[in-house]
C-alpha cells in the first residue's frame, strides 16, 4: 500500500501565498509523474501542476506564471509553490502520484483545503 500526506493548506489572502506539500510513503519501487489537482465545490476535479520523474512539468493556464511545481525524489515529495493567489484558487487541493511496485498505480492524498478570501 502507498500513502501520500499532504501539507501546508490554509486561509490566505488575495495576493498571498502557500506551499502545498505532498509525501507518498509504503511499497514503492519508483514514481514516475507526481502532480497536484484541485476541486472547488459544484466543480470537477482539475489538473493545476504536474511534473515527471526528469522534472520536467506542465501547467493549467490558470496555474502558469504564479505556481511552480517541483519535487524531491530522494524523500518521495511534490511541492506546490503558491503566489499571487486569486478567491477563484479555493478549492480543495490533491496529490496524486503514478507509483510502480508490484505494478504501476495511481494514488491519490486525502486533501488539502486551500481558502483565499479577505
Known amino acids: 500500500q502507498v500513502q501520500l500526506v499532504e501539507s501546508g493548506g490554509g486561509l490566505v489572502q488575495p495576493g498571498g501565498s502557500l506551499r502545498l506539500s505532498c509525501t507518498a510513503s509504503?511499497?514503492?519501487?519508483?514514481?514516475?509523474?507526481m502532480g497536484w489537482y484541485r476541486q472547488a465545490p459544484g466543480k470537477q476535479r482539475e489538473l493545476v501542476a504536474v511534473?515527471?520523474?526528469?522534472?520536467?512539468?506542465n501547467y493549467a493556464d490558470s496555474a502558469k506564471g504564479r505556481f511552480t511545481i517541483s519535487r524531491d525524489n530522494a524523500r518521495n515529495t511534490v511541492y506546490l509553490q503558491m503566489n499571487s493567489l486569486k478567491p477563484e484558487d479555493t478549492a480543495v487541493y490533491y496529490c496524486?502520484?503514478?507509483?510502480?511496485?508490484?505494478?504501476?498505480?495511481?494514488?491519490w492524498g486525502q486533501g488539502t483545503q486551500v481558502t483565499v478570501s479577505s
Open positions: 496524486n502520484a503514478d507509483v510502480q511496485y508490484r505494478s504501476r498505480l495511481p494514488y
Open positions: 509504503g511499497s514503492i519501487f519508483s514514481i514516475y509523474a
Open positions: 511534473i515527471t520523474s526528469d522534472g520536467s512539468t
